[in-house]
């Protein structure tokens, strides 16, 4: 039995073809990870009061943390987190009831609040820290405390984005193996 997949009130995480999780991370309740993908050591993927949906070719890399913002009189419908596909999170990030477009890198120890979103091809910078609400404009590199637009990405910036969820597909591959 893999404890690193938990069914809670009654919603089983669905993993799609060739996933990779580590037997450290955990995935609970009503999630949804897409194909060739991967979840890295000590993360943790709550969907457990709202749903998460994480695309293909997609990494969440070691330490991160995904969850969701309940529904409540405050807020109604809560903030479900979807993260799009070829989307790199790295180590230590925090994504918390938010959307994450496909083609986005998320930096070391970033943190994304509820109800922002992250369009497509972005760079979040490491560090960042993305407030509730905010909207991160396609095709930027944004960075700060609260994130601030910084410059366009460059066309290297911008194809970095497939290289690196190609290069996660072909390690998790090892790890499969």
């Known amino acids: 039995m893999n404890t690193a ?28 990870i897409g194909k060739d993908s991967s979840i890295w050591p000590m993360t943790v993927v709550r969907g457990d009061m709202n749903s998460i949906r994480i695309g293909e070719r997609t990494s969440i890399q070691d330490g991160s943390i995904l969850h969701i913002t309940h529904a409540s009189d405050y807020n109604p419908k809560g903030h479900a987190l979807s993260i799009g596909s070829d989307v790199t999170v790295g180590h230590s990030a925090t994504l918390h009831g938010c959307t994450i477009h496909d083609r986005v890198l998320i930096g070391i120890g970033a943190i994304v609040m509820d ?62 193996i």
């Not at 938990?6 to 009503?30: E, L, M, S």
Request: overall charge positive; charged content about 25%.
């Open 5 to 32: 997949i938990r069914t809670f009130r009654g919603k089983t995480p669905v993993i799609g073809k060739k996933v990779f999780i580590d037997p450290t991370a955990v995935v609970i309740g009503d999630v949804v």
């Open 115 to 176: 109800g922002a979103v992250v369009e497509e091809e972005v760079i979040v910078a490491a560090g960042c820290l993305v407030p509730p609400g905010k909207r991160l404009q396609k095709g930027f590199l944004y960075k700060g405390n609260p994130a601030k637009m910084v410059r366009p990405l460059t066309d290297q910036e911008v194809s970095f984005f497939s290289y690196s969820a190609a290069n996660y597909v072909k390690l998790k591959d090892e790890y499969i």
